[in-house]
């Protein structure tokens, strides 16, 4: 089955310097790859997709990359600023039966 | 309007109940998920349901069982409540696979 592993599981960055997270997945079929964040006490929410005809997609100070052939995909946050600490969570739907399979996260913490 | 309502927020109960939680979404999305949240915060998918029908069921135990009775709830049953089911349960939607999920607020469940 899908293998998702997400690293680093802890990452501290001081503001105003730049964050990057990686996920790495299994099923060479996969073609969706989602970040979402989720701060203290709240839910999930999306904040950048890609899908598997692109290799980058940027949204203000969010860009996710994606290395279809080393099955890898990665998000980037610049200029970081204390509202982007929270843990952050990268999905890979399967494409055989709509499994989804989310890494274990990464906790950002962002330094004044 | 909230997208993904689920209830109740919290849910604090003895060993050995029987208890349910609801969901609804208002989007109009095909697809309906559960998931469980433990501790680390780690997020695993339970069920999925499409049309109605269930269309992946992770290895949970069949105490968990999830009740559809149209497209837009999902509620989700728990019999003979166990100490390791305290954890957030987090029901979502999406429009079809491979798109993004929409998180309702999660539920906390403490079994005392």
């Known amino acids: 089955g899908e293998n998702v592993e997400q690293h680093p599981s802890t990452l501290s960055v001081q503001e105003g310097d730049s964050a990057v997270i990686k996920c790495t997945y299994s099923?060479?079929?996969?073609?969706?790859f989602p970040w979402y964040k989720q701060e203290l006490g709240k839910r999930p929410q999306l904040i950048i997709d890609i899908r598997s005809n692109v290799g980058e997609k940027k949204d203000q100070r969010i860009a996710v990359t994606l290395n279809k052939t080393a099955k890898h995909f990665s998000l980037h946050i610049t200029e970081t600023q204390p509202e982007d600490s929270a843990v952050y969570f990268c999905a890979v739907p399967t494409d055989r039966d709509d499994k989804i399979i989310f890494g274990k996260g990464t906790r950002l913490h962002i330094l004044p | 309007d909230t997208a993904v309502s689920q209830t109740p927020k919290y849910l604090v109960t003895q060993m050995g109940n029987d208890k349910s939680i609801k969901c609804e979404q208002n989007?109009?999305?095909?697809?309906m998920y559960w998931y469980k949240q433990d501790s680390k915060k780690f997020l695993k998918i339970m069920f999925s349901y499409n049309n109605k029908e269930l269309i992946i069921n992770e290895t949970v135990p069949n105490r968990f069982s999830p009740k559809s009775p149209d497209k837009a709830h999902l509620n989700l049953h728990i019999n003979s409540l166990e100490l390791g089911d305290s954890a957030v349960y987090f029901c979502a939607s999406s429009q079809a696979r491979g798109t993004a999920q929409h998180f309702g607020d999660g539920t906390r469940l403490s079994i005392l």
């Open positions: 099923d060479s079929a996969s073609n969706y």
């Open positions: 989007l109009g999305h095909d697809t």
